[in-house]
């Protein structure tokens, strides 16, 4: 046989464990880019990428020198890498209390004091 050729396409689709919403949009075009590198890092052709708030979608070309186990594991540690890098530089511009209230501020959702959580700030004052 003197030529081989393949034509692989797989549809990668992981969730944010227990889908919950973890995924902020700020960071959605960075992640898409991040993911991209890992996958061609790695050797294969990213078709189409995408993400959710609780998961995202890779579909890819992919050579069968590559074990597909290893490259989703890749990429789910490599992401959810970037996730939480980027979530700790977030925090350190604002603090969980700052964000927190202006998103109560921008859903116009009125709210007691009171019941608000205790802020670890407000009580090293």
Known sequence: MANTYTQIYIHIVFAVQGRRNLIPRIYKDDLCKYATGIIRNRGQKVIAINNEPDHMHTFIGMQPTV?????VRDLKAGTSGFIIH?????????????EYLKML?????????RYLFRWIEDEKQ
Do not use: G, P, W
Not at 86 to 98: A, G, L, M, Y
Not at 105 to 113: G, K, L, N, T, V
């Open 67 to 71: 074990v597909l186990s290893d490259l």
């Open 86 to 98: 980027n979530q700790e530089k977030h925090h350190r511009k604002k603090t969980f209390k700052d």
């Open 105 to 113: 501020q921008d859903f116009a959702i009125q709210y007691d004091e």
